[in-house]
């Protein structure tokens, strides 16, 4: 089966964006366009479950606290706070952005 024509221009847009620090815009229009094509309805902008599965990514407790802990956060230790989320969402779209997170090219 052909990748879809949106699928296509992700990919492309990715493919040139590696490498190279990715503007707000740009990490924008790549993640809108891959939410585009998710099969569930994401919110990634303000929750950090849905930026991660729309990263491809575990979004249980359990992963969220430890890729908290990874990026360095210092804030409360405490599961699930509305902080430690907040603080985690900024943290991966600048680490997309930097390139360290990769965007996947589909959902």
């Not at 992700?10 to 490498?19: D, E, H, K, M, N």
């Not at 930026?51 to 491809?56: A, R």
């Amino acid at each position: 089966m052909e990748m879809p024509l949106v699928g296509k221009l992700v990919s492309a847009l990715i493919s040139f964006l590696r490498g190279s620090l990715m503007s707000p815009t740009q990490v924008e229009v790549a993640l809108n366009t891959l939410a585009m094509e998710h099969r569930e309805r994401l919110d990634w902008r303000v929750s950090v479950v849905d930026l991660l599965k729309l990263l491809n990514r575990d979004s249980s407790l359990a992963a969220r606290k430890e890729l908290a802990l990874e990026f360095g956060y210092t804030g409360s230790a405490k599961d699930g706070s509305a902080a430690k989320n907040t603080w985690l969402h900024r943290e991966l779209l600048r680490r997309v952005a930097e390139g360290t997170i990769a965007i996947p090219a589909h959902s």
